[in-house]
């Protein structure tokens, strides 16, 4: 191809839609708009925020009490029944039919036919002085419950774990949405320009079903989705500087590059050309700040005996001890995903008698020793902590095929499960209740969007005005078309 040939083939690579409604001589673009009289540019939204700085700090709707979340999603769903919610009736009724009002007008994942009633299967006992219920798996976590809100009538809309997943952090169960941490970047900022404002942390060997959708940024500019980082090796791939190329040359290329972004959003004025010069300068401060943000070996032996971190593992233990390092740093939102809760009974991995005994142990040092260190290091009081996972468990026992497995399992419930809070102005104690069975939440019911409405709220926040515009919409994290409330009743 000739220079020119070239040349002319760029040219026109870079008409846009925009530029022909924007530049045709006959005057279309005009004509166009004049149709839309009322709308803002139906899928182009006006950017509310300055996309040359887009995490300076902000100030919110009102006075913030938390600072910063990290939020530990139990990814599959852990049994409630199994943890925090005992209920005597189920132990009493354990084997025997399940009666039919209970299943009339239920759609289940798995279940089929008539199914049994499975009791708790491991002892409770109550801790603490505010006397919370706890199975005896969590005994590290027995130590901590004072300080801990337990929210015991969580419900959802969505059975299946994608779009049970995507609810939770997005407040939709299709794609396309962002998700909360987003959100909270989008409205509050960073406290650090060399990290970024939301870090993602995996564990448990897989990735949540919603996949990378439930920490992205959907609608809102990309620079506020979150950034997946690891726990062993480099925190992210090809973070550093190939062979060759010295940090100064690397800064060298940035600004020149940067120049070239700034004269192209000079000519289309997309937002998201400024977004790329804003993660081109977070990676580059990156490699200084992220790679001592995520050493743990800089820790103390006895701090890291105390989380159980494991050295040159992808574990828990480790991120829950990075999620404390990079809230120390300052990032906004934090987010845990540790895999492998779906207690279905199919095998001995997913069997509540043996697989899920393992992720029993495999949170519950961390998470205590999580909760203890931020309230040591007086990081507790402005970092609100929330644990939990999609949805909840079945009080029946599931039978695929209609036909009892040899392992015990429970399938997927929306009607009820528990998540607890700790931390950035919650008041601890125990909030809501379900049924005898643990079936469906019946007192002071809060729904997933309300959870959202009441962190935001921490946050410092209202969650019918944190709003972005988009296809006609102003568009906010907990759902324009469903009912959503702060929960007052466990604000400190």
Aim: proline fraction near 6%; charge should be neutral.
């Amino acid at each position: 191809m000739t220079l020119s040939a070239e040349a002319r083939t760029r040219y026109f690579q870079q008409i846009t839609r925009r530029h022909f409604l924007r530049d045709c001589a006959t005057g279309l673009g005009a004509a166009w708009l004049g149709t839309q009289s009322g709308t803002a540019w139906a899928g182009v939204p006006p950017v509310a925020r300055d996309m040359a700085h887009p995490f300076a700090p902000v100030m919110p709707h009102f006075a913030p009490k938390a600072k910063r979340v990290i939020f530990l999603h139990m990814a599959g769903a852990p049994s409630h029944l199994e943890l925090f919610d005992y209920k005597p009736a189920l132990a009493k009724f354990d084997g025997q039919t399940c009666p039919a009002q209970y299943l009339e007008g239920k759609r289940f994942a798995f279940i089929q036919g008539i199914p049994k009633l499975l009791g708790p299967r491991f002892p409770f006992a109550q801790y603490g002085s505010s006397g919370a219920w706890l199975s005896d798996k969590l005994p590290h976590f027995r130590k901590v419950v004072d300080d801990v809100c337990f929210i015991k009538s969580m419900h959802t809309d969505q059975f299946n774990h994608a779009p049970a997943q995507l609810a939770m952090h997005t407040g939709y169960s299709t794609l396309g949405y962002p998700s909360m941490g987003a959100w909270a970047s989008y409205g509050l900022g960073s406290e650090n320009e060399n990290l970024p404002g939301f870090i993602v942390l995996l564990s448990g060997g897989k990735t949540p079903d919603a996949g990378k959708s439930a920490w992205g940024s959907g609608f809102l500019p990309s620079v506020y989705q979150g950034v997946q980082c690891r726990s062993k090796g480099e925190p992210v791939l090809y973070l550093g500087n190939p062979d060759g190329v010295s940090r100064s040359l690397r800064r060298q290329s940035l600004d020149a590059l940067a120049e070239l972004n700034r004269r192209a959003h000079g000519d289309a004025g997309d937002p998201e050309t400024l977004t790329r010069i804003t993660q081109y300068e977070t990676a580059f401060n990156m490699q200084v700040s992220a790679s001592a943000a995520f050493d743990i070996s800089q820790e103390p032996e006895a701090v890291r005996a105390a989380y159980g971190v494991k050295p040159g593992e992808e574990a828990f233990a480790n991120n829950c001890l990075l999620a404390r390092r990079l809230a120390e740093r300052g990032v906004r939102y934090i987010q845990l995903f540790h895999w492998g809760w779906d207690s279905h009974g199919a095998n001995e991995k997913e069997a509540l008698d043996e697989g899920f005994l393992g992720q029993c142990r495999d949170v519950d040092q961390p998470m205590t020793a999580l909760l203890t260190d931020l309230k040591q290091r007086g990081l507790l009081e402005d970092t609100l902590i929330v644990w939990g996972g999609e949805f909840g468990r079945t009080p029946m026992r599931e039978n695929r095929g209609g036909v009892a497995m040899r392992w015990a399992g429970r399938d997927h419930n929306p009607g009820a499960f528990t998540m607890w809070m700790a931390g950035g102005g919650v008041k601890p104690g125990t909030y809501g209740a379900s049924d005898e069975l643990g079936y469906e939440a019946v007192v002071d019911k809060v729904s997933v969007h309300d959870l959202k409405a009441t962190m935001l709220h921490l946050l410092g926040y209202d969650h019918k005005r944190l709003t972005y515009p988009n296809q006609g919409l102003d568009q906010r994290v907990t759902n324009v078309t469903k009912p959503s409330e702060v929960v007052t009743g466990i604000l400190a």
